[in-house]
């Protein structure tokens, strides 16, 4: 099976997306992002490492079988009490039964 993409048709579909998106015309004036109600700790610092990985794991579970902002509430309360857990450098090293705990007493597992 071969794909063909239609360039000419691509450019003209997303110039016609990002143009809506700059002028803040439907439907990108109506989205809420999920975090833009979120209590994050007072440690947890925009821009940093551990923001970065906050969304790459809130990405786990943006699969439509939960509701983004429980998702994203439960990460933030789950890095308040397990901040170790946020670090693939600490997580590694912690039993499995340890991590299942800690996302099961945060409504994630």
Same mark, same amino acid.
């Given at each position: &099976?071969?794909?063909?993409? /239609?360039?000419? #048709? ?12 700059? @002028? $803040? !015309?439907?439907?990108? /004036?109506?989205? &809420?992002?999920?975090?833009? +109600?979120?209590?994050?700790?007072? +440690?947890?610092?925009? $821009? +940093? @490492?551990? *923001? ?5 794991? %809130?990405?786990?579970?943006? #699969?439509?079988?939960?509701? +983004?902002?429980? !998702?994203?509430?439960?990460?933030? /309360?789950?890095? %308040? ?7 693939? =450098? =600490?997580?590694? *090293? @912690? *039993?499995?039964?340890?991590? #299942? ?9």
């Amino acid at each position: &099976m071969k794909i063909v993409i /239609n360039e000419e #048709r691509a450019c003209v579909v997303l110039g016609k997306l990002l143009e809506t998106l700059r @002028r $803040g !015309a439907y439907p990108y /004036n109506v989205a &809420m992002v999920p975090q833009a +109600s979120i209590q994050f700790p007072e +440690s947890f610092k925009q $821009g +940093s @490492r551990v *923001h970065s990985l906050y969304f790459f794991y %809130a990405c786990l579970y943006m #699969r439509g079988s939960i509701k +983004s902002e429980f !998702a994203m509430q439960a990460l933030a /309360n789950m890095y %308040a009490v397990f901040p170790e857990v946020f670090f693939p =450098e =600490e997580v590694q *090293h @912690r *039993h499995p039964g340890s991590i #299942r705990f800690v996302l099961e007493s945060s409504g994630l597992a």
